[in-house]
């Protein structure tokens, strides 16, 4: 299970902090990730850490999310400053762990002008 939090309403230009933390998974994490879709839109990648600690970021994104994660507690995060009103959308966290895939809920941020 993924339990995803720290969304909100937030100004542009302002910062939030995404938290994703695991449970019950038995194989071997190959990488974690962030997506978000936004309303009308289809899901698209926000950013994705791989088991080494290489991240690959949206150009979207870039500059101004940064994604971690702690491998003891099977956790990742997602700092995101300087947000725009296009970075409203619900975000996901997602695992693999071959041969798992696995979705976390989803948290809503909300990004006023």
């Known amino acids: 299970q993924l339990q995803a939090s720290g969304g909100g309403l937030v100004q542009a230009g302002g910062s939030l902090r995404l938290s994703c933390e695991a449970s019950?998974?038995?194989?071997?994490?190959?990488?974690m990730a962030w997506y978000r879709q936004a309303p009308g839109k289809q899901r698209e990648l926000v950013a994705r850490i791989s088991s080494g600690g290489s991240v690959q970021y949206a150009d979207s994104v870039k500059g101004r999310f940064t994604m971690s994660r702690d491998n003891a507690k099977i956790a990742a995060y997602l700092q995101m400053n300087s947000l725009k009103p296009d970075d409203t959308a619900v975000y996901y966290c997602n695992v693999i762990a071959l041969p798992t895939i696995s979705w976390g809920q989803g948290t809503l941020v909300t990004v006023s002008s």
């Open positions: 019950g998974i038995i194989f071997t994490i190959n990488s």
